[in-house]
């Protein structure tokens, strides 16, 4: 079973739309860590948040946000006011750090801003 | 100044070649990894090392061996290249497992002719 699903395979927005990237994942464990990554057309991987499943504050910084919801499982990334730059292949990712240590991908949204 | 640097960038080879990606972290990070990026964007683990020893071997071909000389470096060495060997192989490094997350090298985009 897929550890973390990220439904949308791809979005397409109008610049200065707000967009939002759904992830949902499953775990057993009660300590998790939950993480979002950028990869822009340059192909770099780019950190953007981690959350650990005791901190279910949601969390802003500049246009991006983040809902967790433990309730649903889903840990949901929003651009508000989007931007060509943010045109980006996005990718959700969930530790378990006290099984096996291993980290999960999703398989990933590819988002495009259209000017 | 680079976090996890690996060299070279792009490489491109013919088939049946051996070949070596290099990695190197300055972070003082005490878990390296090689991950393979498939042209769908899949991101899927290959190898994990702590502190240069194995902890991670998921199912690749042996063809693919890594090798840690310290706990700064995590090389990955092929042999005899195929075409579906063809990817962009990206290095990481994280501090003390996976809970903190991963710095990623900026990807070795590999091309098998």
């Known amino acids: 079973a897929q550890k973390v699903t990220q439904a949308q395979t791809e979005i397409s927005v109008v610049e200065k739309e707000d967009v939002t990237l759904d992830c949902v994942y499953e775990t057993r464990d009660t300590t998790y860590y939950l993480f979002w990554y950028k990869q822009p057309p340059s192909g770099e991987l780019v950190f953007l948040i981690r959350?650990?499943?005791?901190?279910?504050q949601n969390e802003i910084s500049g246009r991006y946000s983040w809902n967790f919801q433990k309730s649903t499982s889903s840990f949901n990334f929003t651009i508000t006011a989007s931007q060509v730059v943010d045109s980006a292949v996005y990718f959700c990712?969930?530790?378990?750090?006290?099984?096996?240590?291993?980290?999960?991908f999703g398989t990933g949204t590819s988002l495009t801003v259209i000017p | 100044d680079t976090a996890v640097s690996q060299t070279p960038k792009y490489l491109v080879t013919q088939m049946g070649n051996d070949k070596s990606i290099k990695c190197e972290q300055n972070l003082g990070h005490d878990t390296m990894y090689w991950y393979k990026q498939d042209s769908k964007k899949f991101l899927k683990i290959m190898f994990s090392?702590?502190?240069?020893?194995?902890?991670i071997n998921e199912t690749v071909p042996n063809r693919f061996s890594p090798k840690s000389p310290d706990k700064a470096h995590l090389n990955l060495h092929i042999n005899s290249l195929e075409l579906g060997d063809s990817a962009v192989y990206f290095c990481?490094?994280?501090?003390?497992?996976?809970?903190?997350?991963?710095?990623f090298g900026s990807g070795t985009r590999l091309t098998v002719v």
């Open positions: 090392y702590n502190n240069k020893e194995l902890i």
């Open positions: 990712a969930l530790s378990e750090p006290l099984t096996g240590n291993q980290f999960y």
């Open positions: 990481a490094s994280s501090l003390q497992g996976a809970g903190y997350g991963y710095t």
């Open positions: 959350r650990n499943s005791f901190d279910e």
